[in-house]
């Protein structure tokens, strides 16, 4: 029984003892949505091009046949030689011969230097590299030494990015810009990875327009289904798009019916308030099963997490995100986009957020815990965007991050306080 003078904390888990029934912690929801992703990560894979790997996860481990550079070979253009040649500033080599890159020199003629450039292989016998701003030619055919080298200088040594056999890369790696350059450097054209999720998507709400549309009166832009394909892209989803379905019952349970076809995950926007012309509960219960939670987050209380069944008995899973479309945005980033993390097999961490200084005040904070949109400032402290309405899409365009409130306190200006980047939220 909870102690009657104990205040009662809604923002706190649900099951705890001062938990105010139905709401429930933003942790206890990821925890449920991980806990249904993880048994369901996707397992297939295919070869892809490794242009073509961008944002995909790799399911093998890429070693390296090779060394990488795969021979000592010059930093700088300039003259590679025997340190030994040059016990003093101002000696003078004839230049024996010349490398540039892609060309395999002769073994250096024993007190001479060979000219050299970038990336070019050292001539055996060599050991140092003078840069060329230290060098002056001599008649043409010689080259004046204006610093005594030091052996090994300005020489990359063979092997010394990667060794020959050593992992580049492991199963699970999100493939980033660079990931696809390191294993490009090691010969590889393709590479093994998941098959993307795919995710359908639907928006609901009757005064929906699409752009390119005119706008009836009572009529809105249908923004959700911009922000959230754009996001679910960055999660690197296919993205199964179904468009507007109408605030009808049997509209919606035929659009459940056929997102589930084949799909991960359907993701919603819209519907899962408590009105009712919201379709969404009840076509779920029919189709496959639900549940509403209220989740103590600000923006974006409601979420519906259930599945759908599909003919032959298995199901898809189904994320029901609030309408408003700042909500979306913030639903998608602190609960789907680590759902997808996981269908993926992909860690999922807390998102890597630090302190930084409030250059605000928030004197009134919300019961739930709260996550203002925020801009980090020159000053090194973040300004408040001022209008934090969950409808004001602005702010989230605006705001290169988001700073976590804990339910009930205030801010003051001048305090520290936490600040995730919206990077750190994406892919
Ligand atoms: P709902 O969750 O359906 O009650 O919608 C809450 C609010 O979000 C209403 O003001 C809707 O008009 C708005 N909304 C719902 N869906 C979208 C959408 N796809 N794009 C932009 N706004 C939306
Ligand atoms: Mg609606």
Known sequence: MPDNKTPVDPAAPAGTSNAKPGLMSLDEALDRLLAAAAQRSITEREEVPTLQALHRVLAEEVRSNLDVPPADNSSMDGYAMRAQDVPVAGTVLPVSQRIPAGVVGAPLAAGSAARIFTGAQIPPGADAVVMQ????TVEGTSVRVDAVPLPGQWIRRRGEDIAVGSTVLTPGTLLTPQAMGLAASV???QLNVLRR???ALFSTGDELAMPGQPLKPGGIYNSNR???TGLLQASGCEVKDLGIVPDQLEA???????????VDLILTSGGVSVGEEDHLKPAMRLEGRLDLWQVAMKPGKPLAFGAVHRPDGSEALFVGMPGNPVSSFVTYLLTVA???RALQGRPVRPPAGYQVRADFDW???DRRREFLRVRLNDQGGV?????????VLTSTVWADGLVDVPALQPIARGEMVRFVPLSALLG
Do not use: H, I, W, Y
């Not at 349970?253 to 076809?261: I, K, N, P, T, V």
């Open 133 to 136: 701003e230290q060098c002056a």
């Open 187 to 189: 010969g590889r054209a």
């Open 197 to 199: 999720p795919l995710v």
């Open 226 to 228: 911009f922000t959230l």
């Open 252 to 262: 919606t349970r035929l659009a459940l019916r056929s997102a589930a076809e084949g």
């Open 338 to 340: 680590p759902l997808l």
């Open 363 to 365: 004197p009134r904070p």
């Open 383 to 391: 300004d408040l965007f001022p209008n934090q309405s969950s409808g």
